[in-house]
């Protein structure tokens, strides 16, 4: 007697459950899902987020006209082939300065999740194509390989060099997001994100100077050689590859489509790999240490400080500076702002060793709102000033926490700016105004502190002054900043003298009367602070709070 067989279809069941779906399209739809449900409910959001895919639009056309434009150019290969290199290079960075831009970006999220490596590269992959960024990166792409096509060779490279352009790009943000989501994630990847705006800030000083340096030297025919090299490099290659067989260098184009797809294969096999590391290995900011915690703070460079109260206030200054996200961004930008200003004015000669004080006194802002950077943990402060001798030792603190800082650099950046422009003759009336400006700053910082306290939320990156205090912030440090102008007037009328009466031979005698008068500025602000400090405590505590 035989054995009952069942139905063929039920026997074909198991087969086709065991077959593993695509995670390609799930996840692609898991991005679309995500853009839509990230508008819903929110009308500010979704007219940021269509008026950012129409600018990118409009912006990636006319981009893609110009470029097309210089088809037939003799230096449209250099452009696009440079421009292609400056692409990448803003794919790469870009995800370590804005993590947040793209959830997608974090695969840490996943690691709970039954997936293999492999097939979540593929997923990842395509679903980061979904996007504005790739949108506008097709059009610049487009528009490169139609300026350097040429005959049928040229545009049948064209139509692959654009693509692998494209994907280049993409897979390179990847990986260097992927190999750094640890540190995207953590505290000193938030610091970095709000760096960013300094660092794109930078970038276009930069580039604003090496463009009036190219024109002053030639034009484009300059970055020719800049550009022999670039084109070798991945993914610039795959433009490169387009205009070598416009050129009918096969044998060169040949050898560039190899390079860009070994870096392609090679970036996506880095990818999978971090992914896999990622995925086995646990967090180290969720393993206890395995020798316990030390306390640090006691030796060092801090020991150098003195004792008691002053020395506390002013090593917590210094560590807020150097530990909070948002103070720490404020600093670095007035530090680098402030030596760009002079530094790139004497290089383009139209410098001028006085703009050294702008230095001095983006530095001179960070007196200002003392007690509003301490956030809500004022109180702890608060309870320790019963006195106006307390509050004049508090002030005091930080304002020689912010001197250390403060002198020092003014010195060199006046100092590089009297090498770059030669005018070693000013030097000392410069130095001397520009430590009168400092001292004018801290003295009225003090004051606008306890007379404009104001709040700075902690849950925006780019929030400085909770809702509602808006008018106090600029009130605050606009009137401080007249004030310091008003308190350094005598000092201002003795360089404007000695710059009229070409009285340099004086410039000598203008430095320490500047020291001086700085130090008397602050110590006169310090002493007019002090008693509203110790008045108004309880209403400088409320306002502080209120965000």
Not at 78 to 88: M, N, P
Request: glycine share 10%.
């Amino acid at each position: 007697m035989s054995a009952p067989t069942a139905p063929a279809g039920l026997a074909a069941a198991p087969a086709r459950a065991a077959a593993p779906a695509s995670l390609t399209p799930v996840f692609v739809r898991l991005k679309l899902s995500l853009l839509r449900n990230g508008l819903k409910g929110s009308s500010k959001r979704k007219a940021a987020y269509f008026s950012t895919l129409a600018f990118a639009v409009v912006v990636g056309f006319f981009l893609t006209l110009g470029l097309a434009v210089l088809r037939g150019n003799t230096h449209a290969g250099t452009v696009v082939v440079l421009l292609a290199a400056i692409l990448a290079l803003g794919w790469a960075f870009m995800p370590l300065f804005f993590p947040t831009g793209d959830e997608t970006l974090d695969p840490s999220r996943l690691v709970m999740l039954p997936l293999r490596p492999r097939p979540l590269v593929r997923a990842l992959f395509a679903s980061s194509l979904v996007g504005i960024g790739p949108l506008f990166t097709l059009c610049l792409a487009v528009g490169s390989v139609i300026a350097v096509a040429r005959g049928a060779a040229g545009i049948a490279a064209a139509v692959v060099g654009a693509p692998l352009l494209l994907l280049g790009c993409v897979a390179l943000a990847r990986a260097v997001a992927t190999a750094n989501v640890r540190l995207l994630t953590s505290r000193k990847g938030r610091d970095l994100a709000l760096l960013s705006g300094l660092l794109i800030a930078v970038g276009a000083q930069l580039a604003n100077f090496a463009s009036q340096r190219l024109f002053e030297a030639g034009g484009l025919t300059t970055l020719e050689p800049a550009e022999a090299v670039v084109r070798w490099l991945p993914p610039a290659t795959a433009v490169g590859m387009v205009d070598s067989v416009s050129e009918g260098a096969y044998a060169r184009a040949a050898a560039q489509l190899l390079l860009t797809l070994a870096a392609l294969a090679g970036l996506l096999l880095f990818w999978e790999r971090s992914l896999t590391r990622l995925m086995v290995t646990p967090d180290g900011s969720t393993l206890a240490a395995a020798g316990g915690d030390k306390e640090r703070g006691a030796g060092g460079l801090w020991s150098l400080l003195p004792e008691g109260r002053t020395g506390a206030a002013m090593q917590r200054t210094l560590r807020y500076a150097v530990r909070d996200p948002k103070t720490k961004a404020s600093w670095v930008t007035a530090l680098a702002i402030g030596a760009i200003v002079p530094v790139f004015n004497a290089l383009q000669g139209t410098g001028s060793v006085y703009l050294a004080c702008f230095g001095a006194g983006m530095l001179g802002v960070q007196m200002y709102n003392q007690f509003g950077q301490d956030t809500s943990a004022f109180w702890m402060v608060a309870q320790t000033i019963s006195s106006t001798h307390d509050a004049y030792v508090e002030l005091r603190a930080r304002a020689v926490a912010l001197a250390l800082v403060t002198v020092p650099y003014t010195v060199l950046v006046t100092a590089v700016t009297a090498a770059l422009t030669g005018d070693w003759r000013v030097f000392p009336a410069g130095l001397g105004l520009a430590l009168a400006l400092v001292g004018s700053m801290l003295g009225t910082g003090a004051v606008a502190s306890a007379r404009f306290p104001y709040s700075i939320p902690t849950d925006g990156a780019f929030k400085n002054v909770a809702p509602g205090q808006g008018g106090l912030a600029w009130g605050g440090i606009l009137g401080g900043m007249l004030g310091s102008a008003l308190v350094s007037a005598p000092v201002i009328a003795l360089t404007i003298w000695m710059k009229v009466a070409d009285r340099y031979d004086l410039a000598w005698f203008a430095l320490p009367v500047g020291a001086v008068w700085g130090v008397l500025a602050t110590w006169a602000g310090l002493r007019l602070a002090a008693p509203t400090v110790a008045r108004k405590l309880p209403e400088i505590l409320w306002a502080v709070s209120k965000g």
